[in-house]
Every structure is written in C-alpha cells, then in structure tokens.
C-alpha cells in the first residue's frame, strides 16, 4: 500500500509544473485524495481535494484558479497540474488517500482525513 509522487522541480514565477502520484495496493476508485504542501518552517497545508469519483474538488483559497486536481482512475494516479506559478507555492507537496473510507463525500482537505501519505515531491517556484 503506497502512494509515488513525481513531477516536482525548479520553475520559474509564473511557470507550470504538473505533479502526479501513483497509487498501488488499494481500490484507488473509492478513496478520496489531496495534495498537501509544507513550506521551509511552516505546518502542512491542505492544497486540493477531490473525491472519488473526480466529479467534486475542493482548494485552498490560495491556489483557486491557478491549481487543477484531477484523477484517472484507470491509471490509479491523482494529478495536480499548477499554473502561474509564485514563489510562495514553494514546498514540499504530498499526496494523500482516505483509506479508512469509501465512497466518502468531499471537504475541504485537513490532516486528519487522510492516513496514507506520499514521501513528498519538491517544487521550487523562483522570482
């Protein structure tokens, strides 16, 4: 059971990096997943959600607009593609699954909905 991050990188300010994370050992279509961030000194932070079936996201006011999450569940991988990239979107970023729960209706990301946790994939946004 295992979720792989990929696709973080150096970018400039205003660029576009897509994250991907691919989940083995579990029915990704029923869980809900999130992408969470953690800046130099800072807690986590829940960036995206989206449910299981990818009809229903929910975002950090902070990235709404900029920030895309979505699934294929054929391919059991969440996605993040972020656009205009800003040097504060500078982190750390993991995804993350519900396992405890199937089928469960969406809300706004938080650490104690998610118990199964990337090894996390550095973005770096320079000015």
């Known amino acids: 059971v295992q979720l792989q991050a990929s696709g973080g990188g150096l970018v400039q300010a205003g660029g576009s990096l897509r994250l991907s994370c691919a989940a083995s050992g579990f029915t990704f279509s029923s869980r809900n997943m999130a992408w969470f961030r953690q800046a130099p000194g800072k807690e986590r932070d829940g960036v995206a959600a989206?449910?299981?079936?990818?009809?229903?996201?929910s975002y950090a006011n902070s990235v709404k607009g900029r920030f895309t999450i979505s699934r294929d569940n054929a391919k059991n991988t969440v996605y993040l593609q972020m656009n205009s990239l800003k040097p504060e979107d500078t982190a750390v970023y993991y995804c993350?699954?519900?396992?405890?729960?199937?089928?469960?209706?969406?809300?706004?990301?938080?650490?104690?909905?998610?118990?199964?946790w990337g090894q996390g994939t550095l973005v770096t946004v320079s000015s």
């Open positions: 989206i449910n299981w079936g990818g009809d229903s996201t």
């Open positions: 993350a699954a519900d396992i405890k729960s199937h089928y469960r209706g969406l809300s706004y990301p938080s650490d104690s909905q998610y118990d199964l």
